[in-house]
């Protein structure tokens, strides 16, 4: 069974870092890009980053780069995203997602499956 | 960026209803539109992909089409577990961007 699983999350204070991982299960990471997806509460879903299924290429939200960084280990069939400097609008539920192809500049490509999300709390 | 538009944002509807939900990208994007139904507290779940394919598993009364800037999420025959917000993407460029969703629910 495909499946993506996150953890990590957890309410911790403005300026402060925190590390997500996915944990992927039924399928070969390291055969596909990967994405983090987040969504503030009652709002709706934006793109954060990707990697690519050997890591080479990584691209970021503007609202993020310079502050959060994508990586795997393919090995443990893991993804991480490393956020630094948190602020309150990074409050959100933050999903990984694998995409159709290894490359994530491939246009004819899908999110799909998506993990269940981890909840991050920004707050003093 | 590309921004993706979507309308309604919310509509009503009854089981049995046909519904029609709109996507327009602020640039061409050709066939490179997916879309996603989201039920609260879930996950996105994968509709559709290349703006009219029916992802395996996804009912039949769902359907997609459109290309360039405009596409449409038609769904044949409103369901009760189809009361959900759905989002379009586009994956032409990068960033890849959703639309802002669009809301269905109970009339």
């Known amino acids: 069974q495909v499946q993506l699983v996150e953890s990590g999350g957890g309410v911790v204070q403005p300026g402060r870092s925190l590390r997500l991982s996915c944990a992927a299960s039924g399928f070969t990471l390291s055969s596909y890009a990967m994405h983090w997806v987040r969504q503030a509460p009652g709002k709706g879903l934006e793109w954060m980053a990707v990697i690519s299924y050997d890591g080479s290429d990584k691209y970021y939200a503007d609202s993020v780069k310079g502050r959060f960084t994508i990586s795997r280990d393919n090995s443990k069939n893991t993804l991480y995203l490393q956020m630094n400097s948190l602020r309150a609008e990074d409050t959100a539920v933050y999903y990984c997602?694998?995409?159709?192809?290894?490359?994530?500049?491939?246009?004819?490509?899908?999110?799909?499956?998506w993990g269940q999300g981890t909840l991050v709390t920004v707050s003093s | 960026d590309i921004q993706m538009t979507q309308s309604p944002s919310s509509l009503s509807a009854s089981v049995g209803d046909r519904v029609t939900i709109t996507c327009r990208a602020s640039q061409s994007i050709s066939i490179y539109l997916n879309w996603y139904q989201q039920k609260p507290g879930k996950a996105p779940k994968l509709l559709i992909y290349?703006?009219?394919s029916l992802q395996t598993g996804v009912p039949s009364r769902f359907s997609g089409s459109g290309s360039g800037t405009d596409f449409t999420l038609t769904i044949s025959s409103l369901q009760p577990e189809d009361f959900a917000t759905y989002y379009c993407?586009?994956?032409?460029?990068?960033?890849?961007?959703f639309g802002q969703g669009t809301k269905v629910e109970i009339k």
């Open positions: 290349g703006a009219s």
């Open positions: 997602a694998r995409d159709r192809f290894r490359s994530p500049s491939n246009p004819s490509g899908w999110f799909d499956p």
């Open positions: 993407q586009q994956r032409y460029s990068t960033p890849p961007t």
